[in-house]
């Protein structure tokens, strides 16, 4: 039964590859010269992109199975097994961290001064780490990758970090350790009470008692709330991006954050549907509250880094959101903003570190009037904050749309409730922008304050290109995650607890005239 | 009664080492002084034949010397390690008695007698025989503890592991001579036969386990039997603490599960509560403590404890009441897999400890370890990747030994046990990685620069090599090492 749901794609094993190229590009770095570090390193991960590209072109939309897949037996007593593969969850995911750690890479070229070599290592063996948890399908690989994760991480915040970079590291790699130890004990109870069995689709296909579902969703729930990070667990996350490297933030925000989430929908709700179901209210008050919380912080500050920090606690709070809601328009918009925080937000930090190394000062005061100074910086931050705000045309708007539609379905007081937060979002991005970009400038910086290079330029425009292109014509990423999402979805409703009507809004069905593509789930839903 | 010849071949290992050792000390006071290596080979070169012969007991059980000895592959197992563990000890102190100036012969013929005693603790079937194993090793040890004899710190190590070893080896033999009288016999069979006789309820018996349960708690480190170990692993030369905190750890562990198992499986009941106590509190407190330590040996020491603890999971496992035989064998093999990774690990750190000097003398604060990435590199990465595993993340092998053990203890239904041990592992993980912060994110002092450097001469290579390459290798490899301890585990029957 699990084999014919799991469609293999002959001949190349494509994702072990993506694993092995950092690697391999971590021994070459080793072994090269100084000098020779980072174009090698970019190499690497441009190669790495080349390679995950096939995950794209030869992905097979029709089905909702893994793709992809590679299995050996690892360790024989208890059996686990090397097994990869990718579903449209988890590849567009895949796809987001070959594509942004190049830009990683670009974006430190000159930002990082001392011990460049252990810099991109640490670097590559991040991205391979990361790749990993999206792609194993065995929990115990999966969470092998997800710890290993974690030595780079502390060491890219507290090598490179900022002034209080060490209590930071420490904070990060504790709060997510700590919230590990239930994951790990509840991937053992599964094996014993799923079959004796590492294999996420065999385990995922078991069912559990409602009370042990219950113990297993908590588990699960402090591990990847932790990284998401939900409130009131979301404490680490403004140290850690205000001292990390601006690469470090951009993996940090674009792909660690993502992490939690695609705990939530890979396990918990697959694996624990009456629990997920039970527990909803509690996740979506979280969520609310994460999104009002995480805006209202982000109004208060004054440090360019902390607000963006905020930001991702009221944006990831969408992400929760859309995933509880339980139906097709809600996951697929959470996974899509998945994406989508991965990009804006990742282009946010960047362009903060592009300053940064200018005028070595993320305070909103001292950075201002940056659009006399620097036109084209201020064109490109101008377009990601509007991004981010969920501008029409661009990608947040689509992936904050089709969360709000499958929010509204499940409950509309909540989904009142979070699109508040998309107002509060206008305020503190357009308040950022209009004091650093169209404010006056201040007389000391003048001087630092020098238009993007071509190396800046370079690294800005995909960003660009994809924030216009999911804005505009979302349908193919859509497309890939349609099937993956129904197989969640279809999970749920073999609970026990009866789900919650989904209503149909007049409403939505004139703002799917906007967007057509929103439209495809919404039929699906049509027919219950 | 004639010596019955046959019998020594299942001992020639043993009868190796101790010619060997006696060798030693023959041609010591012979050789010239520059020539002491070759003693050091020699030594090695024994340990390589024995474990040529060890290879060949993973098979039937064999009890030699009217039952006084068994060789199975339990035992086998454990000589492994041994072998390993003495050999890279010999390796790792050809440098480091170099750099101290303590350069005596005598020291490898210590290291091969204290082999021998573990090696005969392993294989002992008779309480006499483990104790007998126990004396040798200790006694040996004690005279390592104190071989800075020219430094206060060592001597008083070595006095003070000599009172309070003497005093446990004393619990133990008390409690030795109870079970004789109660059982009328020291055979670990013969007093299993009296447990699940009509003995079971005697006092006396309670009185004679709960005796040997604090004499082999000494011995492998357990709180609150502790209190020993960081004064002497602090005080005795870092290469005689690499040797005591892994062989003599993993040899008292070996007797104490064989001697529960094998006389007193049949009062689990009476025993598993008490070790269960006994893992909680030295898993809290070794770790706690460890937090507060500035001395890298010190806070080792504790760490070892703490691991002590961790093994003590595996021991709970193997004894836990209500578990099927195939469980607690799990516990059994799970608790050897975490002792063969903890020996790689934690050699590899003291290596390290050994050979950072600081002019003349040990770097063995934790402030000498700062900004070490930026001079050797490659010493920081070895240092960071035994910190990591110490503190059982993957990918290396100290997370296989916890998941191992801790999947043994959720088998067993000891799901809450497996938590507070990851817990615990958590919080270790702040005083592991302070290590590696002040060696990647502190900037060293000119002096610290000028002063404090990495001796690694080739025989230090090797053994940072081996060790890194155990922590590495069976961090992703660990399936062979797995089904040999699978294979070596205690044999079921006399488990009930």
Known sequence: MIVTEVVATGGMPWLTLVLVLPLLGVMATLLAHESLSRPIALATSLITFVASLPLWFAFDIGTGGMQFVEKHLWIDTPAIHYALGVDGISMPLVLLTTFLTPLCILVSWTAIETRMKEFLISLLVMETATIGVFVALDFVLFYIFWETMLIPMYLLIGVWGGPNRVYAAIKFFLYTLAGSILLLVAI????????????????????????????????????????????????????????????????????????????????????????????????????????????????????????????????????????????????????????????????????????????????????????????????????????????????????????????????????????????????????????????????????????????????????????????????????????????????????????????????????????????????????? | MSLPLGDLVTILPELLIVGIACLILVLDPIMSTGKKDVLAWISLGVLGVCALITVGDFGDRTMAFSGLVVVDAYAAFWKMLL?????????????????????????????????????????????????????????????????????????????????????????????????????????LTEIAAAVNGPTLNDPLMLLALMLIIVGFGFKVAAVPFHMWTPDVYEGAPTSVTAFMAVASKAASFAAFLRVLLEAFGGMRPNWNLLILAVCLFTVALGNLVAIVQTNVKRMLAYSSIAHAGYALVGVVVAGWVGTEAAVSSRGVSSLMLYLAIYSFMTLGAFAMVAMLRKGGLEGEEIEDFTGLAKRHKGGAFLMLVFMVSLAGIPPTAGFIGKFYLFMAAVNAGLAWLAIFGLIFAAISAFYYLRIVMVMYMREPSPEQERNTRLVLSPQVSVVLAFAVAGVVLLGIFPGPLVSIADLSVLPLSSVK
């Open chain 1, 188 to 528: 053992l109870v599964l094996y014993f009470e799923g079959g004796q069995t590492f294999d996420i689709l065999a385990l995922t296909h078991a069912s559990y008692a409602p009370s042990l579902q219950a113990l297993l969703f908590w588990a699960f729930f402090a591990a990847f709330a932790v990284k998401v990070p939900m409130f009131p667990f979301h404490t680490w996350l403004p140290d850690a991006h205000v001292q990390a490297p601006t690469a470090g933030s951009v993996i940090l925000a674009s792909v660690l954050l993502k992490l939690g989430t695609y705990g939530f929908l890979r396990f918990s709700l697959p694996m624990l549907p009456d629990a997920s179901v039970t527990y909803t209210p509690i996740i979506m008050a979280l969520s609310v509250i994460a999104i009002i919380y995480g805006a209202y912080m982000a109004l208060a500050q004054s440090d360019i880094k902390k607000l963006i920090a905020y930001s991702s606690v009221s944006h990831m709070g969408f992400v929760t959101l859309g995933i509880f809601a339980f139906n097709a328009q809600g996951i697929e918009g959470a996974v899509l903003q998945m994406v989508n925080h991965g990009i804006t937000t990742g282009a946010l930090f960047m362009c903060v570190g592009i300053i940064y190394e200018r005028t070595h000062s993320r305070e909103i005061s001292e950075n201002g009037g940056l659009a006399h100074a620097m036109p084209k910086y201020a064109t490109f931050l101008v377009i990601f904050a509007l991004s981010s705000v969920g501008l029409p045309g661009m990608n947040s708007f689509v992936g904050e749309f089709l969360v709000l539609v499958g929010v509204f379905a499940w409950d509309k007081l909540t989904a009142t409730l979070a699109a508040l937060g998309i107002i509060l979002a206008a305020v503190y991005i357009l308040y950022l922008v209009q004091r650093i970009v169209y404010g006056p400038a201040a007389p000391k910086m003048l001087s630092k304050l020098t238009d993007l290079n071509p190396r800046e330029f370079g690294m800005l425009v995909p960003l660009v290109v994809l924030v216009f292109w999911i804005g505009l014509y979302p349908k193919p990423l859509l497309d890939v995650m349609h099937a993956s999402v129904k197989r969640v979805v279809a999970s749920q409703s073999d609970s026990v607890i009866v789900q919650p009507p989904t209503v149909l809004d007049d409403h939505v069905l004139v703002m799917s005239d906007v967007i057509p593509s929103a439209l495809a789930p919404l039929e699906i839903e049509d027919t219950p």
């Open chain 2, 83 to 187: 072998y390993v563990v003495s050999g890279l000890t010999i390796l790792l102190s050809m440098s480091y008695l170099k750099e101290e100036k303590i350069e005596l012969a005598e020291y490898y013929a210590f290291v091969l007698l204290a082999l021998v005693g573990m090696m005969v603790m392993v294989s002992g079937a008779d309480l006499l025989t483990i104790y007998l194993g126990i004396e040798l090793m200790s006694i040996t040890l004690y005279i390592m503890a104190g071989f800075k004899r020219f430094e206060a710190r060592s001597i008083e190590a070595s006095a003070k592991y000599f009172v309070l070893g003497a005093f446990s080896s004393g619990i133990l033999l008390y409690g030795i001579s109870l079970l004789f009288g109660v059982t009328g016999s020291t055979r």
